[in-house]
């Protein structure tokens, strides 16, 4: 990772997904002197990330400079966002935004064509390093705007381009929202176990070690395909066996997880104007 090389480098929010980039960007080299971070505090006000104080400052700094912008704003303020950032920006900035249902169009109609733009879709799990980001960008990049892009998104996990817009709003569907079903189904676990009779504590930890521990399993054996892995607790005649015929029978939760995805998807879509 060649983090220590970038120069310039602005995030627009600070917010969970914000310091979670700026967390895993200082850890892996960044210089501190090169962050630029704006945020709707005053200027002079400050964070505390990873033991270090990040200066905050404003739109308003006549000294800022961005090799590259990160957005890490909500879709719902986006468009300000974008008319705020162009007396900050030249041709040669390079933007990339995190926003769910932005599109290329809609950022280009606001700061125009020149400007190389990627849409990068992120999880939470950036938080710890563990995160999952998809970047698409509609301009070719030359290989050092490629690497330097990759390389701030590696800081926080795992990395694929894509080379269709089309596709992201159900990558977001899938993997952006994704940690919430999985928090989801954990919820459900406990809150089973309590309706059964376990106490608060016992349900707690049995269901999120159970969470933590099938998810390092497939970590660690990722050649495994995930049936493999669900076949591997399955004993034939056995209670997992019993409970998995209730949730597999007829595709019923399959279905539901469709439509659930469906409807994340569609609501991509109106975020997009779509």
Partial sequence: MRLNLIKNLTIVGAGKMGKALISGWISNGLPKEELTIIGRDIKGSSILINDHIVNITTYK????????????????????????????????????????????????????????IIRA??????????????????????????????????????????????????????????????????ECLMNIAKLEGLDEELSRQLSIETFIGSASLVEKYKTMSIKEHRKNVTSPGGTTEAALNILMSQDILQDLMHKAVKSAVQRGNILSGE
Avoid: C
């Avoid at 909500?74 to 007396?87: D, F």
């Avoid at 998104?153 to 990395?159: H, I, L, P, S, T």
């Fill in 61 to 116: 700094e006549k000294n800022i400079k961005s090799n590259i912008l990160v957005l890490a704003v909500k879709p719902q303020i986006m468009p300000a966002v974008l008319k705020k950032i162009i007396p900050i920006i030249d041709s040669n900035t390079i933007i990339v935004s995190i926003a769910a249902g932005i599109t290329m169009k809609s950022m280009r109609s606001h700061i125009g064509n020149e400007n190389r």
């Fill in 121 to 186: 879709m992120p999880n939470t799990p950036a938080a710890i390093g563990k995160g999952m980001t998809v970047l698409f960008s509609d301009k070719e990049l030359n290989d050092i705007e490629k690497n330097s892009v990759t390389d701030l998104m590696a800081a926080v996990g795992e990395v694929k381009w894509v080379i269709k817009e089309d596709i992201m709003n159900l990558i977001t569907a899938i993997s952006g929202s994704g940690p919430a079903y999985f928090f989801y189904l954990t």
